[in-house]
């Protein structure tokens, strides 16, 4: 996992002109991964980054500030690779250079420079994959970029497919660079890497990384306003852990096709996609398993904690989106009953819900349907929520809630006219998830896998109802009390939990409808509508 060279670090915009950095002010909102739409927000150059021998190619990372963005440690940090190319004469645009990535060509005090976009720029791949891979020379990186492009669409970071790249189970590779710098060890590389190494095969495997190594001289890495002015690169990287990962190299998964594409392509043909959905389910709770055993269990969830935390995501998703506001007296009542439940449960169990690593951002997106089975990617969590409670030890719940919604999704996008299309992807998906999970516990409790009792029935049909708010019905019930069973949980408290967290994430949707795409905000808004009114 250690990458086999440091990068270099230098204090503020060293190596970056005050022309070229004007210049990413118009083109960084622009970007379909930046992560706040808000006007008026400022760029400060906090670190810049090169690459040993890499003349060209200077990563600059910027602090955010401005209204709306929390200071000091929570601040927000966008990497932006940039590929500067002196240039005797401004350039004309060209297809080829559009593709490349240009952002524009500028005249600063030591000439005129042509300056690319590094995410989609050869020059910048090259130098992250020197980087990452430990044993990989120049012209051997050259040839692991042939046929090497950027992957368009909706995407929350930056990646780069590279069909060449050769690596010792296989062909293809997939360079994510991220593009918001999250301080301490990242979750997207921490989790692929700990389930590679436990030989777990529902993620990708990880083949490496691209760190920030830590400032010797900084007592709290996670401080970044701590970091000190400093010249000389010697301070860095003698720490041990890093300060940040850049990027996270990781097979290619072939033939693979998305699931949210498939899921979409399904709903349009009114075609069912219950067996997927099933298959899909059995792989989540395998995941579940697999992150207990390679990360360990987590502690019990405190039911004050657990409940401010939801609380202060529904009132941040309030304060921004007006139109949730006619839901705010279902959502307050919905917590209110799920609080006084799980205080209730603490005060005769003792408090024994256990919690433990889990995907966080679980949605159809982040599965990829290939020939070897559903492959599970993205660990970074929620984007839009600080580091600290990304990474936090949560409710699998909360990932099986990640899935019915996205399922949702998929029929509106899909334009599915069966009306139950919806609903019945979510049982099979819940059935998939109950019946894997059963097993798993018994194998982790070293005892005979059987049958849970709790099948599809009328109450598991109102279980689900409520939870999913859709007209048809499910074990939800079973689901919830299997993804909790190990614990003093009951039934009736799970179900309620799954409600809650299905409104949590549709209300964490709405904001992030409104912010990138608001012609879908209706998708999750209907669903927070539909479960309360449930
Ligand atoms: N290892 C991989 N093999 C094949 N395709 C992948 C791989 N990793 C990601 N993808 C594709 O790239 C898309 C974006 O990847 P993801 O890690 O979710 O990035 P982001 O955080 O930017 O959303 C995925 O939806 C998937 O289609
Ligand atoms: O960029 P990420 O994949 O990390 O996640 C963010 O973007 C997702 C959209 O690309 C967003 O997912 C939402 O839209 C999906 C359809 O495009 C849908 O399947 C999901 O259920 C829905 O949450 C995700 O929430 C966001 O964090």
New binding site residues.
């Given amino acids: 996992m250690s990458p086999a060279r440091h990068v270099h670090v230098s204090p503020g915009a060293a190596h970056l002109a005050p022309e070229v950095l004007r210049l990413l002010d118009a083109w960084l909102p622009e970007q379909r ?1 930046y992560p706040v739409p808000t006007e008026g927000v400022a760029h400060e150059p906090w670190l810049t980054v090169t690459f040993p021998g890499v003349a060209d190619v200077v990563v600059a990372l910027l602090r955010l500030h401005g209204p709306g963005l929390a200071a000091g440690s929570d601040a927000l940090v966008i990497q932006v690779p940039l590929v500067l190319t002196p240039t005797a004469e401004p350039t004309a645009d060209t297809a080829d250079t559009e593709a490349a990535g240009l952002i524009g060509t500028v005249a600063t005090a030591s000439g005129t420079v042509t300056v690319h976009d590094g995410g989609a720029h050869p020059a910048a791949w090259h130098a992250y994959l020197s980087t990452a891979l430990p044993d990989a020379g120049g012209p051997e990186v050259c040839d692991k970029l042939a046929g090497a492009g950027r ?1 368009s ?7 780069v ?1 590279l069909p060449a790249m050769t690596h010792d189970t296989g062909r ?1 590779g ?1 360079l ?1 660079i991220l593009r918001t710098v999250a301080l301490g060890p990242h979750p ?1 590389v921490v989790i692929p890497a700990a389930l590679t190494q436990a030989g777990w095969a529902g993620v ?1 495997r990880f083949l490496g990384a691209v760190e920030l190594p830590a400032p010797r001289t900084v007592a709290d890495p996670r401080e970044p306003r701590d970091v000190p002015p400093r010249t000389e690169d010697p301070s860095w990287g003698e720490t041990g852990g890093p300060l940040a990962h850049l990027a996270v190299l ?4 072939a033939d ?1 096709t ?1 699931g949210f594409e498939l899921a979409c392509a399904y709903a349009a043909r009114d075609e069912d996609f219950g067996e997927r959905a099933a298959e899909l389910g059995a792989a989540i709770a395998h995941l579940h398993a697999a992150l207990r055993q390679a990360l360990g269990p987590g502690p019990a969830l405190e039911p004050a904690g657990f409940m401010g935390v939801l609380r202060r995501r529904a009132a941040e998703a309030f304060a921004d989106v007006p139109d949730l506001a006619p839901q705010r007296a279902g959502v307050t009542a919905l917590y209110d009953a799920v609080s006084a439940r799980l205080t209730a449960v603490a005060e005769r169990t003792g408090g024994v819900v256990p919690l433990q690593p889990i995907h966080g951002d679980l949605h159809l ?2 599965a ?1 349907h290939s020939p070897g089975g559903w ?1 599970i ?2 660990f ?1 969590g929620e ?1 839009q929520r600080p580091v600290a409670e990304r990474v936090a030890p949560d409710l699998p719940l909360r990932d099986v809630a990640g899935m019915l919604r996205s399922l949702d999704y998929a029929a509106a996008v899909g334009q599915a006219t069966d009306p139950h299309w919806a609903a019945h992807a979510q049982v099979s998906f819940l059935e998939g998830y109950r019946e894997a999970q059963w097993r798993v516990r018994a194998e982790e409790r070293g005892t005979r896998p059987e049958r849970s009792a709790a099948g599809p029935g009328p109450e598991g049909t109102e279980g689900y109802r409520q939870a999913s708010g859709e007209a048809h019905g499910g074990p939800v019930h079973a689901v919830a009390g299997a993804a909790t069973s190990g614990s003093e949980l009951d039934v009736a408290t799970a179900e309620l939990l799954l409600r809650a967290l299905v409104v949590d994430k549709a209300l964490y949707e709405v904001v992030y409808e409104f912010r990138h795409r608001p012609a879908w905000m209706h998708i999750p808004l209907a669903a927070v509508e539909r479960v309360l009114g449930s």
Wanted: aromatic share 4%; proline share 7%; charged share 30%.
């Fill in positions: 991964w992957i669409g909706e995407q929350s970071n930056t990646s497919v293809g997939m994510k997207d990708p990781s097979e290619l998964v693979a998305d997106g982040q990829l492959k990617l993205d970074e984007p």
